[in-house]
């Protein structure tokens, strides 16, 4: 069993960055899938990044390329969304997300295991 907890979010002027950080407990971690989604006022859930257990595959939204960086640390438990250049449609509750499979459904939203969320506020 892998329990979640998001942390890291805050205020933050556009153009600023921000590190979100998901330290999970349970001891199946090194083999999960883990990933970012958001989701701003008045919109749909959305992808944000995802990387494969060892981190060697990692996918992006289109909105965030660039920008945003998923990393991991198995040997701390702890996933990483580094966000760079952040501007106000990037304000959203995020939610840190895990399973054992990355391809196809961790994608769209279908995983096993979901954290409380993390709001990050971008102002202009």
């Known amino acids: 069993q892998v329990e979640l907890v998001e942390s890291g979010g805050g205020l933050v002027q556009a153009g600023g960055s921000l590190r979100l950080s998901c330290e999970a407990s349970?001891?199946?971690?090194?083999?999960?899938?883990m990933g970012w989604f958001r989701q701003a006022p008045g919109k749909e859930r959305e992808f944000v990044a995802a990387?494969?257990?060892?981190?060697?595959?990692?996918y992006y939204a289109d909105s965030v390329e660039g920008r945003f960086t998923i990393s991991r640390d198995n040997a701390k438990n702890t996933v990483y969304l580094q966000m760079n250049n952040l501007q106000p449609e990037d304000t959203a509750v995020y939610y840190c997300?895990?399973?054992?499979?990355?391809?196809?459904?961790?994608?769209?939203?279908?995983?096993?295991?979901w954290g409380q969320g993390t709001l990050v506020t971008v102002s202009s």
């Open positions: 997300a895990g399973d054992r499979l990355l391809l196809p459904d961790f994608l769209k939203g279908s995983v096993e295991v």
């Open positions: 349970g001891r199946t971690f090194s083999s999960y899938a």
């Open positions: 990387a494969s257990w060892s981190g060697g595959s990692t």
